[in-house]
């Protein structure tokens, strides 16, 4: 089994910035891949950013420029800075893992095996 915990939401104005972290511990694979999702409040949940074990990184359109994702293989963690946020980045967001990606790069919910709790990020206008 594998835990996902994140941590790091809180409310913030627009224009300025958070930092989300995600530990995952357990049976973690060192293929394993890691991605950011979100769900804002009416909305399905959507895929935001990832990053394999090679360090490769794939962004949604919505997030490109302003968002970063990067990990710490050492730690099992990952992490996601969020730049010029917008009061439309209001979400819970949502760290995911896939065991034995083997370099690949995901964006779909369904190909992730572990999922956290959810974090609460609130830009105000």
């Known amino acids: 089994q594998v835990q996902v915990e994140e941590s790091g939401g809180g409310l913030v104005q627009a224009g300025g910035s958070l930092r989300l972290s995600c530990a995952a511990s357990g049976r973690l694979f060192d293929t394993h891949t890691m991605g950011w999702f979100r769900q804002a409040p009416g909305k399905e949940r959507e895929f935001v950013a990832t990053i394999n074990n090679r360090y490769t990184t794939v962004y949604a359109d919505s997030v490109k420029g302003r968002f970063t994702i990067s990990r710490n293989n050492a730690k099992n963690t990952v992490y996601l800075q969020m730049d010029s946020l917008k009061p439309e980045d209001t979400a819970v967001y949502y760290c995911?893992?896939?065991?034995?990606?083997?370099?690949?790069?995901?964006?779909?919910?369904?190909?992730?095996?572990?999922w956290g709790q959810g974090t609460q990020v609130t830009v105000s206008s």
């Open positions: 995911a893992v896939r065991q034995w990606a083997y370099g690949g790069i995901y964006r779909g919910q369904d190909d992730y095996n572990y």
